[in-house]
């Protein structure tokens, strides 16, 4: 005879496929915001402001960053490169603005691409729009890495 738990119903033994019957619960998909319901704007810190690649043999790499996403806008006022070499690196750097492969407008030029900043003048960027720096005559093997800073307008709720 099976001995009664405290809510008056007989106990289950935890290996029967009784017992497993009770433990899972049907799992629902969450409520999906439907596109029309953002129509506000609110400014925070840039999402994803930095990223990084290393030297191939040929001493020339490119790095890029941002916006991505829907209404999603940057503005930008500085950007900051680096290598792993820091100060002894010999390679230079340019910085442009815009669209990739349309980037015509320099924003800085160093002779110190293991660690330098420039300044981009609140630059807007919209998404396929990016902070593009290239150095050349960098060391194989080290990372070149740029960081960019500013503010991002997303959509809200």
């Not at 899972?24 to 990084?52: C, M």
């Not at 492969?101 to 807007?124: E, F, R």
């Not at 396929?128 to 960081?147: E, F, H, R």
Request: proline residues 6%.
């Amino acid at each position: 005879m099976p001995r009664y738990g405290h809510g008056g119903t007989a106990a289950i033994p935890a290996s029967t496929w009784r017992a497993a019957k009770f433990r899972f619960t049907k799992q629902h998909r969450p409520p999906v915001i439907p596109i029309e319901a953002y129509t506000g704007y609110d400014w925070g810190p840039l999402s994803d402001p930095q990223n990084s690649a290393v030297f191939p043999a040929s001493g020339m790499v490119t790095v890029q960053v941002g916006p991505s996403g829907l209404g999603t806008l940057w503005k930008v006022t500085q950007a900051a490169i680096s290598t792993t070499l820091g100060a002894s690196d010999a390679s230079t750097a340019t910085l442009y603005a815009g669209q990739k492969g349309l980037a015509t407008v320099v924003a800085a030029q160093s002779y110190a691409g293991g660690g330098d900043s420039g300044g981009l003048n609140d630059a807007v960027l919209h998404p396929g729009q990016y902070v593009i720096c290239t150095w050349t005559g960098g060391t194989a093997g080290s990372t070149a890495t740029l960081v960019v800073y500013g503010r991002e307008r997303s959509l809200v709720v």
